[in-house]
């Protein structure tokens, strides 16, 4: 299992196994344990998942027509926890609503999984605020430029520059 430790938290990534072959539009997800970030509530999931179609699930709700994958974080729900990512299993994650983040990309299901990844690394490093209580759209905003910023350096690693 793959571990991540910053100075904020720890972020453990959930076993594929535990929730793919029920949730199959999920490629990557994570239990970050960062009790910095709330005085009440320590846990949060972060997950990528295709908004493909596939068979047998309800077809995805798009911002746009071009969007493929969405990332997406949330509070668990502290009276249900601590939860463990060896024990995550399909609908045992209790979220607290409204969803904190959820940022829809056009990308492949590779850069995808990179990309909740370097996303668990910057909440658990304090690079991103996993929490939207105090300012919501400022949060946003932030994880938003982050995400497309690094899209952005996938493209063009130099920048412009050669």
């Known amino acids: 299992m793959t571990v991540i430790t910053g100075a904020y938290g720890?972020?453990?990534?959930?076993?594929?196994?535990?929730?793919?072959a029920h949730a199959r539009a999920a490629l990557d997800g994570w239990i970050i344990t960062a009790p910095i970030?709330?005085?009440?509530?320590?846990?949060?999931?972060?997950?990528?998942?295709?908004?493909?179609d596939i068979p047998g699930v309800p077809a995805a709700n798009k911002q746009r027509p071009d969007v493929t994958h969405e990332l997406l974080v949330a509070a668990l729900n502290p009276e249900h926890g601590p939860v463990r990512a060896e024990d995550v299993q399909e609908g045992s994650l209790r979220l607290l609503t409204p969803v904190n983040i959820a940022e829809q990309v056009t990308t492949t299901d590779e850069r995808a999984v990179?990309?909740?990844?370097?996303?668990?690394?910057a909440v658990v490093d304090g690079v991103l605020c996993p929490e939207t209580l105090d300012a919501?759209?400022?949060?946003?905003?932030?994880?938003?430029t982050s995400i497309h910023q690094t899209f952005d350096h996938h493209r063009d690693p130099h920048h412009g520059r050669n």
């Open 37 to 52: 970030w709330h005085p009440l509530w320590s846990q949060y999931t972060l997950s990528v998942v295709t908004l493909a």
């Open 10 to 20: 720890t972020a453990h990534r959930i076993p594929p196994t535990n929730y793919q």
């Open 136 to 144: 919501p759209d400022l949060i946003r905003t932030m994880w938003r």
């Open 114 to 121: 990179q990309l909740a990844e370097l996303c668990a690394r």
